[in-house]
């Protein structure tokens, strides 16, 4: 036999672990296992390959005179004899599952076993006010629950299911399979239950057979202050009913809230604009801000320019599970009239001439004056 470097095939170096041959090779045989490349010569050859270097690598005694002798001929044995040993491999069924439905002797996964039933979403719609304080909502949704007429059993009230003569109840049954490579068991659903391990002959009238019913059901919901747009509340067990005696699943609340007229909220703080007169931005005023509390009184002091910023502390939105809250921005914005009586252009004049602005701009309309004071 030709010699080959058995720890190149494996992708190794030489002197590796047991632990690091064993697990290269598992990831070599995953990759290149017949029934996973069905049809590739090359791919058959190349695991032929990986098996003849485990069976040496992984044996001390033909490891140590492979390292000395660097050869795969020991006394006319060893090499690949069309079998393979696994019996020493050590949870190595578990690699085959992928490729044998159940995997190599395994007991595979067991379909009558108990299952956690499906998680359920909902939207919840709320107005601004409500995800800022916090309200109860009553929702209804539709889902499966277990059946009260047969008690979730499937079979009609007085009767039972009966336990699978095929597979005896376990809901799998082995096929034994003959390859080039030696024989393999792969452990599939039984196909007289479908996995289930119980027959039922008389189903029930109500559910059909399937042990649950679909029902709707009205719940309370305690949205707490501070929620927004993306948020999700979490009920656990409120969802799908679990099959042969497994939990039920979870529902999903998702938060989806409506725009106001007048707030804007970013994170937990609130914005606002207020309009405010030329001449109040000027001399400065007392002005009411609207706030999520009521209104509030708010000094401007004089000479307060446009696109100024004031901060009310305390004033915006309620951090959820928490005792603090954001803030609320208000942007002042001051407007330009668009027209003006003659007293008022008079006064203006007055005031242009006595801040020694010259006639030329004195021509300029009133707006526009006003605009170009504010570039």
């Known amino acids: 036999m030709a010699k080959k470097d058995y720890y190149e095939i494996l992708g190794l170096q030489k002197g590796a672990s047991d632990d690091e041959i064993k697990k290269a090779f598992r990831k070599l045989a995953i990759k290149y296992h017949p029934d996973k490349n069905q049809g590739d010569k090359e791919a058959e050859e190349k695991f ?6 485990y069976q040496v690598l992984s044996d001390s005694e033909k490891k140590a005179q492979y390292d000395q002798f660097g050869t795969t001929d020991f006394n006319g044995g060893g090499g690949f004899n069309g079998g393979f040993d696994f019996s020493d491999m050590g949870g190595f069924g578990d690699i085959f599952e992928s490729f044998f439905g159940g995997g190599f002797g395994s007991s595979g996964r067991r379909r009558n076993g108990p299952e956690r039933g499906a998680d359920v979403e909902y939207t919840l719609n709320l107005t601004f006010e409500e995800a800022v304080f916090g309200v109860e909502k009553e929702i209804s949704i539709n889902k ?3 059946c009260e007429t047969c008690s979730g059993s499937g079979a009609k009230p007085g009767t039972s299911p009966k336990t699978c003569d095929k597979c005896g109840g376990s809901g799998q049954v082995r ?24 027959i039922i002959s008389e189903p029930c009238p109500t559910c059909r057979g399937t042990g649950k019913e679909r029902k709707n059901r009205k719940i309370k919901i305690n949205v707490p202050a501070g929620v927004d747009t993306g948020n999700v509340i979490p009920l656990r ?31 937990f703080d609130i914005s ?5 007169s030329f001449a109040k931005a000027t001399f400065g005023c007392e002005i009411k801000v609207p706030t999520v509390d009521g209104d509030v009184k708010y000094e401007i002091p004089a000479g307060t320019q446009p696109g100024t910023v004031f901060r ?7 951090r959820v599970n928490s005792s603090g809250r954001g803030d609320q921005y208000v942007t002042v914005i001051v407007d330009v009239p668009k027209t003006l009586n003659d007293k008022q252009k008079e006064a203006l004049k007055m005031f242009m001439e006595a801040s020694g602005e010259n006639k030329e701009e004195s021509k300029k309309s ?4 006003i605009k170009d004071s504010f570039k």
């Open 144 to 146: 499966h629950e277990r």
């Open 175 to 198: 096929v034994q399979r003959n390859t080039p490579l030696g024989s393999f068991v792969s452990v599939n659903a039984c196909d007289k239950c479908g996995g289930k391990g119980k």
């Open 312 to 318: 009310l502390k305390g004033k915006g939105v309620p």
């Open 237 to 267: 067990g409120h969802g799908e009913h679990g099959a042969n005696g497994g939990p039920p699943g979870d529902l999903y609340v998702n938060i989806r809230v409506a725009a106001h007229s007048l707030f804007k909220r970013k994170g």
């Open 366 to 369: 009133f707006v526009n004056k």
């Open 272 to 276: 606002i604009d207020r309009h405010i």
């Open 48 to 53: 032929k390959e990986i098996n003849e270097a």
